[in-house]
């Protein structure tokens, strides 16, 4: 710019000069006439017009030589952006996220005996765990359409390991039409496909756990195809085959989805964070259907039917489960899940009803049932007394059926350290009566009678 200034003062002495000079040489002679003036003025518009038309070139040479092709930093994530989407279609952002938990259980039963006649142990526990260790990476790559996600998960209970929990590419063809191919949740539960970063307490309800599926690889569809009308639908490997091998699973596939309506900016997760001035709500139904078949006569039963469990916590292909000498090697199951959640001034409310059908029952031997049916829900309610930051909570959950039923009452309290999800401290207190779930997640062992404490710190970029 100075350059260019000074270029400017250049042109405009000399053509002052110029003029001058000419009238000088002019006097004694005869007297400047107007067209003269006229062309020296058109000569100096002339000059300063050159002048900006050089600023202008340089100013726009200056602004794309400074501009780099690609950028980096943090917004909700560590990222590297290109500035020219066109000419670098590539993005990579990092997120972190984990999940410190101490874990006490004190037992109200030494022993439980489940509908095969098989007794078990019940003990306390005291230790503490990294629950979640996770890494995830996300972007685009040749296409801002043509999407990718990696999650790899690490838990000290589950082997000290680190494994691929879900990734998946994705092509948005629209707001509408999403499609994905990879590894994820099979969507049969509000609850368990909106993730483990917002739940209201540490983890998941008992019922949650007992009912829902896992993930599985597949193909899946979202979208928004009416303005607040959301759904997702997938069909995958199977209704619980989460890390399985092929030679692990049958032949069928599952087949689930999941519709929901909101109303209102409802937001993410289930506490109202925002302080909603006008109530928000979201309703929701989500239904899932799978085979689970023998894949040779005679064989004992696929790791993927060996998930599914009684009302009183049993595996249904336990040796035995439901008649004596008898394993159960093929069924069908059906879930039916509807769920609502409302966010106002703090308060917040939600939960979800779960029914499930096992049908087309067979085993190895004759069997006194071809189908059961277990029902059951979970429900929380929750509040900020101080907005943003101090929340209390309290959940039910019960699972009724025909070998037995179960209950889990909770409270709880949360600390968001700076407002948000991502730097959270949560600890609740939890009374199982006759648990029939089990997973490591939410630290819930089948058999668990007693007082489960649970004390969380989650921390995530």
Not at 191 to 209: L, Y
Not at 234 to 262: A, C, E, H
Not at 408 to 428: L, P, Q, R
């Amino acid at each position: 710019m100075k350059d260019c200034s000074a270029v400017r003062w250049i042109v405009s002495l000399v053509i002052v000069t110029s003029a001058w000079t000419q009238v000088e040489t002019a006097q004694g002679q005869a007297p400047v006439v107007p067209s003269q003036q006229q062309s020296l003025l058109e000569r100096l518009e002339s000059a300063e017009e050159k002048i900006r038309e050089l600023e202008s070139d340089r100013e726009e040479s200056d602004s794309e030589q400074s501009e780099p092709d690609w950028t980096s930093g943090y917004d909700d994530g560590f990222f590297i952006r290109p500035s020219d989407e066109d000419k670098n279609p590539f993005e990579l952002q990092v997120n972190g996220r984990m999940q410190f938990r101490h874990v006490g259980f004190s037992r109200n039963v030494t022993q439980w005996t489940d509908n095969a006649g098989m007794v078990r142990p019940v003990t306390n526990r005291n230790d503490f765990e990294i629950e979640r260790g996770r890494l995830e990476f996300s972007g685009f790559f040749l296409d801002p359409n043509l999407q990718f996600f990696i999650n790899i998960d690490a838990d000290t209970d589950d082997g000290h390991s680190a494994i691929f929990h879900d990734f998946w590419v994705n092509y948005e063809f629209s707001e509408a039409f999403n499609l994905h191919f990879g590894k994820a949740f099979v969507p049969g539960s509000r609850e368990w496909f909106d993730g483990s970063t917002r739940t209201r307490f540490s983890d998941r309800s008992m019922g949650t756990t007992f009912f829902r599926p896992d993930r599985s690889v597949g193909i899946w569809a979202t979208g928004e195809p009416l303005e607040n009308l959301f759904y997702r639908a997938m069909v995958g490997d199977g209704f619980r085959t989460n890390d399985l091998t092929p030679d692990d699973i049958d032949t069928q596939f599952v087949y689930s989805g999941s519709m929901w309506k909101v109303v209102g900016d409802y937001g993410e997760g289930y506490s109202d964070l925002e302080w909603h001035c006008d109530p928000a709500a979201r309703f929701g139904q989500s239904f899932t259907f799978a085979g689970n078949d023998r894949l040779v006569p005679g064989r004992l039963p696929l790791a993927e039917g060996t998930l599914v469990r009684l009302s009183d916590g049993t595996r249904l292909t336990e040796h035995g489960a439901l008649a004596p000498g008898v394993t159960v090697d093929q069924f069908d199951i059906q879930l039916y899940a509807l769920d609502a959640a409302l966010k106002w001034r703090g308060f917040s409310l939600n939960g979800e009803y779960y029914f499930r059908w096992l049908k087309s029952i067979q085993g190895d031997g004759p069997l006194p049932v071809d189908q059961i049916f277990d029902h059951g829900y979970y429900a929380e309610m929750g509040y900020f007394v101080v907005p943003q930051r101090i929340e209390l909570n309290s959940r039910i959950s019960e699972v009724f059926g025909q070998f037995g039923n179960a209950y889990e009452y909770a409270g709880g309290v949360n600390w968001f350290i700076n407002g948000t999800h991502n730097c959270k401290m949560s600890f609740d207190v939890t009374r199982l009566v006759r648990n029939p779930a089990n997973n490591s997640g939410p630290s819930l062992r089948v058999g668990d009678d007693g007082l489960l404490f649970r004390t969380q710190l989650q921390v995530a970029f």
